[in-house]
C-alpha cells in the first residue's frame, strides 16, 4: 500500500530550465507534506514544506504547489542548476508528526 | 553543532546473525527516528523514541528493536536477519515529536 507515490524515477532538465517532480497521496489524512533532496553517501536533507492549509509555498528557487482536491503535490526548481543533481523525495505526515511516509523518490540530472 | 552521526558505515552479516546499528542524534533533539531504505525506494518508517520511550512503529516485524539512551543516542537491533533486511539504515533525530527531522548518512547493511 504505497500512499505516496513519485511516479518518475528520473528527470533530466537543461541547466537554467526548470525542473517540476510530481507526488501523489492517497491518506486523507496527511496534513504535512515535505521535500529532501539526497545526494549518495548523504542522508536526505530537507528542503521545502507546505501545510495543507496552504497551495504554495516558495523558498529562492524553490515552490511547492498543493492540490488537495487532486491528492496532488509538485516541487518547481527554477532555475535549475547542475547541483541541483540528486534524489528528491517528497514526503508526507499526519498530525500526530510521529512518522514521515515517503515517495520512491525522483533521480534529477541538472545538464550544463 | 554536531550532525546527526551513525555507526558503522557498511557492514556485512551473514542471515541469521544479528546486528546492532548505532546513531548519535544532534545535540539538543530528544526525539529519533529510524527508517529503512531499499533499493530503489523511499526510506520507510520502523519506529521513532522519545525521551526513551517508543513512540510510534511501522510495519516491520518484532525482530527488529530499538533503543534510546538517557543521553538521547540510539540504537538499532535486528535479529535473525533475513536476505531483505539488506538496506541502508537512516536515523532521524528532532528537536521534538514533530519538528524537522535530520538524517544522519546512514549505515549500509549487507546480508548474505
Known amino acids: 500500500d504505497q500512499q505516496v507515490k513519485q511516479n518518475s524515477p528520473s528527470l533530466s532538465v537543461q541547466e537554467g530550465r526548470i525542473s517540476i517532480l510530481n507526488c501523489d497521496y492517497t491518506?486523507?489524512?496527511?496534513?504535512?507534506f515535505l521535500w529532501y533532496k539526497k545526494y549518495p553517501a548523504e542522508g536526505p536533507t530537507f528542503l521545502i514544506s507546505i501545510s495543507s492549509i496552504k497551495d504554495k509555498n516558495e523558498d529562492g528557487r524553490f515552490t511547492v504547489f498543493l492540490n488537495k482536491s487532486a491528492k496532488h503535490l509538485s516541487l518547481h526548481i527554477v532555475p535549475s542548476q547542475p547541483g541541483d543533481s540528486a534524489v528528491y523525495f517528497c514526503a508526507a505526515e499526519e498530525t500526530s508528526g510521529s512518522r514521515l511516509t515517503f515517495g520512491e523518490g525522483t533521480q534529477l540530472t541538472v545538464n550544463p | 553543532e554536531t550532525g546527526v552521526t551513525q555507526s558503522p558505515t557498511h557492514l556485512i552479516k551473514t542471515r541469521g546473525q544479528q546486528v546492532t546499528l548505532r546513531c548519535s542524534s544532534q545535540?539538543?533533539?530528544?526525539?529519533v527516528s529510524w527508517y529503512q531504505q531499499a533499493l530503489g525506494q523511499g526510506p520507510q518508517f520502523i519506529f521513532q523514541?522519545?525521551?526513551?520511550?517508543?513512540?510510534g512503529r511501522g510495519n516491520f516485524p518484532p525482530r527488529f528493536s530499538g533503543l534510546q539512551f538517557p543521553n538521547y543516542s540510539s540504537e538499532l537491533n535486528v535479529n535473525a536477519l533475513e536476505l531483505d533486511d539488506s538496506a541502508l539504515y537512516l536515523c532521524?533525530?528532532?528537536?521534538?515529536?514533530?519538528?524537522?527531522?535530520?538524517f544522519g548518512p546512514g549505515t549500509r547493511l549487507t546480508v548474505t
Open positions: 491518506n486523507s489524512m496527511f496534513d504535512y
Open positions: 545535540s539538543g533533539h530528544n526525539t
Open positions: 532521524a533525530s528532532s528537536l521534538a515529536v514533530g519538528n524537522e527531522q535530520y
Open positions: 523514541y522519545y525521551r526513551e520511550e517508543e513512540n
